[in-house]
């Protein structure tokens, strides 16, 4: 197991070498730069000629390659020219990591404590009606876009609900301990500014969550229709059990191997989708940064945040491939 | 009293736009306390089905069950299905053919037996522990501590089919019901797993209804044996009876389809032609008349009632003659 891990992360630093390579090479042919973004309309010839090597870009692109894994190994990730100009890369996205983290953990966590139950009835009560609404509303969650829902709850729930139709911005007024809201309400007693950021939350993530959220149910009604024609069930009914044990010990269990693995793969559309939420509402987290970047061509800023959303995703989907192994004996003993 | 009284059991299975399936047509049999009674047939009988309603698990919506199984008095088929619950597991016990599939993977062995004794017994998970430990050893599990730990993939087919028959009787049913228990194991642990299924339900002096298509388990064990045929019962007599003598010409056909070890060497076997799918509907006359050698014009026209005759209960026509020697030689 621990070898298997071991394994992993070294491939993991791999993916990250190459894909920062790609990364590099593909920004640079992105049309326009940074240097038209910072000088726009005041551009002239010589001013953007300084530019261009006052940020280095006038070197041949290996060279600033080299040169940014030199930098980097140093833990210095560049500063950003279009996002915070001025900032540092790294500091642009610790600001910013805890509000994305806070985001998707209520999304997933939405999305599994709906899904997963929701999955199991309907399976239980195949072909019913509760089970045709169910795989429709589901269907509905996947098809309409994450963009256009989160529009409408912002506008509708907002107004109709009085909940906040953003996310809490920086300037919150409360002590800061880890840098995520909900948490250092939590630590410092300030429970006010928990439930203050948890009510910022609740639109963002919900709009979020839908994606997930339908393909978690999905892929766990599938498994548990599977899971309740294996011949274990019968055994277990045949001994009497209660329905609630059956459903725990013998069903879900089994039917969460795929369940798990799905949550995995969806940590990545929840990255994507906060992109869209956080700009929609406009929370200060890494989607909005990349939203920003990307129309400034923030290279550094662009280049460390996608880096770390791979290292985020391969992180989780390591610890799903680990959670295998809690679940079933059967890959522990191989 | 008998201690299970099933009468006029019938399941037809209904599905939309399909022909309602009769798979279990006015089926009546008793079983006495401790007795064993065999259920033999092919595939397609309606055996599992039989075994499967009397313990309630066949499905609720698709399948119409009506008749009466009456257990100690009560009638099963009208209790509510948290009484059957109760019920499961701690009057009733069964066993099922594959051992593997019927247990579930990711849970240890030992969890698979206790939880039934916690359910029924009121055992806390220390004492079921140790009861499971015990059980397993009768059972003739080796090493029931560490196997108790381990997980279904971990145990050998036998040893797999030995830990259901420990969940099984666990609890001391006073009826177990074994459908098709041997089927899935190689020919040397099919033996074993009947002397320990045997064993056990004479010392616990549990009825057993074995549920099987082969005679051989039925000669070995069974006190009286219910021959089904297309979901009917064709012929039900005491062992002895029905191996010396067998009256149906589906048992007669059954019994010489035994490969013989006293048979000539170059000896043809003697299948009984075609297929459950040559029946024709009971209401029509038989169903098993398209196979049969001794099938009269009548037996096409007039359904057989089951009648006691020739010491047996039967429902044919026109019985096999004792004595008569297997039907002519169909190449195979």
């Known amino acids: 197991m621990l070898r298997y891990t071991i394994r992993r992360l070294v491939q993991l630093v791999g993916v990250v070498l190459v894909l920062s390579l790609l990364l590099f090479a593909w920004m640079r042919l992105l049309p326009g730069g940074p240097v038209s973004a910072l000088l726009g309309d005041r551009s002239t010839p010589e001013k953007a000629a300084e530019l261009t090597k006052q940020l280095g870009l006038d070197q041949p692109i290996f060279v600033q390659y080299i040169k940014f894994l030199g930098r980097a190994a140093t833990g210095d990730f560049g500063v950003s020219t279009g996002v915070q100009p001025g900032d540092s890369a790294l500091d642009i996205f610790l600001q910013r990591f805890p509000a994305t983290i806070e985001l998707s953990f209520f999304a997933i966590v939405i999305a599994i404590a709906i899904g997963v139950p929701l999955g199991y009835l309907a399976a239980k009560r195949r072909g019913g009606w509760f089970d045709n609404f169910s795989v429709i509303g589901s269907l509905i969650g996947v098809a309409v876009p994450v963009f256009f829902l989160a529009y409408v709850l912002k506008d509708a729930a907002s107004v109709g609900l009085g909940l906040p139709s953003q996310g809490r911005q920086g300037d919150i007024n409360a002590t800061r301990v880890t840098g995520f809201f909900t948490l250092d309400g939590v630590l410092t007693g300030e429970w006010d500014a928990t439930f203050d950021a948890l009510e910022h939350l609740i639109l963002p993530s919900i709009a979020l969550a839908t994606i997930p959220f339908a393909v978690i149910f999905r892929i766990t009604r599938a498994a548990v229709l599977d899971v309740l024609d294996e011949d274990f069930v019968r055994t277990a009914e045949a001994k009497g059990l209660t329905a609630q044990l059956i459903r725990r010990r013998h069903v879900l269990r089994n039917a969460m191997l795929p369940v798990v693995t799905t949550i995995g793969l969806q940590t990545g559309a929840l990255l994507s989708g906060a992109v869209l939420t956080e700009k929609v509402f406009s929370i200060p987290g890494v989607g909005q940064a990349l939203a920003i970047g990307f129309e400034r061509r923030d290279y550094p800023v662009l280049l460390l945040l996608i880096i770390m959303a791979t290292i985020v995703y391969v992180v989780v989907n390591l610890l799903v491939d680990l959670s295998y192994a809690l679940i079933d004996p059967r890959i522990r003993t191989r | ?332």
């Not at chain 2, 006029?8 to 209904?14: A, G, I, N, S």
């Not at chain 2, 939309?16 to 279990?24: D, S, T, W």
């Not at chain 2, 070890?261 to 098993?288: M, Q, R, Y």
Request: proline share 8%; hydrophobic share 40%; aromatic share 4%.
């Open chain 2, 1 to 332: 009293m008998a201690l299970l009284e099933v009468r006029d059991l019938t399941v037809v299975f209904q599905r939309k736009g399909e022909e309602p399936f009769r798979a279990v047509d006015g089926v009546s049999f008793d079983v006495e306390p401790g007795q064993t009674v065999g259920l033999v047939g092919e595939s397609g009988c309606g055996k599992s089905v039989t075994s499967l309603a009397i313990m309630g698990l066949l499905p609720k919506r698709g399948a119409k069950i009506s008749g009466t199984v009456k257990y100690d008095g009560t009638d099963l088929l009208k209790l509510s299905d948290k009484e059957m619950r109760d019920r499961r597991g701690r009057d009733l016990g069964m066993v099922f053919q594959d051992p593997l599939s019927s247990l579930n993977p990711v849970v240890p062995i030992g969890l698979q037996v206790t939880e039934v004794l916690e359910r029924h017994r009121g055992l806390s998970r220390k004492e079921a522990m140790i009861e499971a430990k015990n059980l397993l050893d009768k059972v003739g599990i080796p090493d029931p501590n560490r196997r108790l730990k381990e997980y279904p993939h971990q145990l050998s087919g036998g040893m797999r089919q030995r830990a259901l028959i420990a969940i099984a009787l666990a609890c001391r049913p006073k009826l177990l019901i074994a459908d098709e228990p041997t089927t899935a194991l190689d020919v040397t642990i099919q033996a074993q797993i009947l002397s320990v299924m045997k064993e056990l339900v004479q010392d616990l002096g549990t009825a057993l209804v074995m549920i099987t298509h082969d005679l051989g388990v039925v000669a070995g064990l069974c006190d009286e044996v219910n021959v089904l045929y297309g979901g009917k019962v064709v012929e039900k007599a005491m062992r002895h009876k029905l191996f010396a003598e067998p009256r149906h010409p589906y048992t007669h056909g059954l019994l010489a389809s035994i490969p013989r070890l006293d048979a000539a060497p170059g000896e043809k076997l003697t299948p009984i032609k075609g297929s459950v799918a040559d029946n024709i509907p009971w209401e029509h006359g038989c169903a098993f008349a398209p196979r049969c050698p001794n099938a009269l014009d009548v037996c096409v026209q007039v359904t057989p009632p089951e009648e006691d005759q020739l010491g047996r209960l039967l429902r044919c026509h026109n019985p096999v003659v004792p004595g008569t020697p297997a039907a002519e030689e169909v190449p195979v």
